[in-house]
């Protein structure tokens, strides 16, 4: 689908080389299955197909240059993808979406209508003056790379639920990347080593004139005093959370909140996503991409906030506030070695990479998993909605959403800075996000 700018900019090539990630993504599904709903309150994967194109179609048309309407009525249909909260599920069926040639029709089309007009954009021009723009051609191809990048990620824990023979393994980037534990292993890491954290302040944010891309919830500075607490200096395991699960967490009220045990019982669940039990044995599996694999002990757990919330109180601790995170991640070299930008479709040890460390000594903050905060998503002092995207961050500003930090597997390097936020729903066990303990 590729019609390639000439000459390119470096940002036209970076939002070539993202649209070759998306499609070698689509490519793992078996076409016949590409109008499945692999989690309920997302939409069907052919949604996603349509939806990239005309986010880039609709963001760029007259700001960046003029795109002339050929199918309005689908720029509107793959306009926007869901969050449902409180229980509201899509209802749509797959004969309500068009058929796949016209779905893949019309994001050639968008494509070839976009690449026409790239060579000739001033992308390191200034802001236009005639007030019909409302940014420069570099903030909006940024934001159209990262948000295609943001749904390569989403893709993947989308289709990690589909059943392994709807998939078409060896497909896509990343494959055949196998976890790359230490040499010097001699067993599971230690999940009881905490590291002290002096008192100090920590930065949220970065300024506006900072010259530097971020989305709208990034800028605009807090600086928090952060009393002395230790953090666990890895991310909890998945031998670490079996512990919990054998020591009948998910069966204890106490531990969780009124919210949560309302939705694990309603829910009937009993250990996280992706985890199942052996037939006769009764040895615990886990579903990665392409197989199912006995659990690695060593691997961060992917769970829910609800989850991860529910072991911190058990092991008599907390999740961190994203303020604790932060300063805890001060001086760690969040663009070095690691498992993140698409380099693995699964987790590695959780110190498999013992130079991701901070200056305080705490490991693996950027990359190998998401991780949750306690804090619950909200603006920084002096926010302003992108005005071509005004509901991006300020929709979710509503109590219902947490901030993760870090990144995961999947997840693109250039999101990896420090000040980029994260934030899903707390009963959501889909996500690539484990979690860290602290304690004050």
Not at 56 to 78: E, G, I
Not at 253 to 277: F, Y
Not at 365 to 371: A, K, L, T
Request: glycine share 8%; net charge negative.
């Amino acid at each position: 689908m590729n019609r390639d700018p000439a000459p390119r900019h470096p940002l036209a090539q970076r939002l070539i080389d993202a649209r070759q990630i998306t499609d070698a993504l689509f490519s793992i599904v078996k076409p016949e299955y590409l109008y499945e709903r692999p989690i309920r309150e997302r939409h069907r994967i052919v949604f996603y197909i349509g939806h990239l194109e005309a986010f880039d179609r609709n963001l760029f048309d007259q700001r960046l240059c003029t795109l002339p309407a050929f199918s309005a009525s689908l720029d509107q249909l793959f306009a926007f993808g869901i969050d449902p909260v409180d229980g509201g599920l899509p209802t749509d069926v797959p004969d309500d979406w068009p058929s796949l040639e016209v779905v893949r029709g019309y994001g050639q089309q968008a494509r070839e209508q976009i690449d026409r007009e790239l060579p000739a954009l001033n992308i390191d021009g200034e802001p236009p003056t005639d007030g019909a723009q409302d940014a420069t051609a570099e903030q909006l191809l940024n934001v159209a790379i990262e948000h295609r990048l943001m749904h390569a990620e989403t893709l993947a824990y989308m289709l990690h639920q589909l059943p392994l023979v709807w998939k078409v393994a060896g497909q896509g980037l990343g494959e055949g990347q196998p976890a790359a534990p230490l040499e010097s292993r001699t067993g599971e890491p230690d999940q009881a080593a905490m590291v002290k954290v002096p008192a100090g302040s920590t930065l949220l944010g970065m300024p506006r004139d900072s010259g530097r891309f971020g989305w709208d919830n990034e800028f605009g500075e807090l600086r928090v005093d952060v009393p002395a607490f230790e953090i666990d200096r890895h991310m909890v395991t998945n031998g670490a959370f079996r512990e919990f699960l054998l020591a009948g967490g998910y069966h204890q009220r106490a531990w969780w909140k009124d919210k949560d045990w309302a939705w694990k019982e309603s829910e009937g669940i009993s250990h996280p996503a992706g985890w199942s039990q052996r037939d006769g044995d009764g040895e615990w599996m886990l579903r990665t991409m392409f197989e199912e694999m006995p659990l690695p002990l060593d691997w961060p757990v992917y769970v829910s906030h609800a989850e991860a919330s529910a072991y911190a109180r058990w092991a008599g601790k907390a999740l961190p506030t994203e303020a604790q995170w932060q300063r805890a991640a001060h001086g760690a070299p969040h663009a070095a070695s690691g498992n993140f930008d698409f380099r693995s479709w699964d987790p590695q040890a959780v110190d498999a990479h013992p130079d991701n460390i901070s200056a305080f000594g705490v490991e693996g903050q950027f990359g190998n998993g998401w991780e949750w905060t306690s804090t619950l998503f909200d603006a920084l002092p002096g926010f302003e909605p992108f005005p071509f995207y005004l509901g991006y961050s300020a929709n979710f500003f509503d109590g219902q959403h947490y901030v993760l930090k870090g990144g995961s597997p999947r997840t693109a390097q250039c999101m990896l800075r420090p000040a980029f936020r994260n934030w899903f729903q707390p009963h959501y066990q889909y996500v690539y996000a484990g979690f860290r303990c602290v304690r004050a």
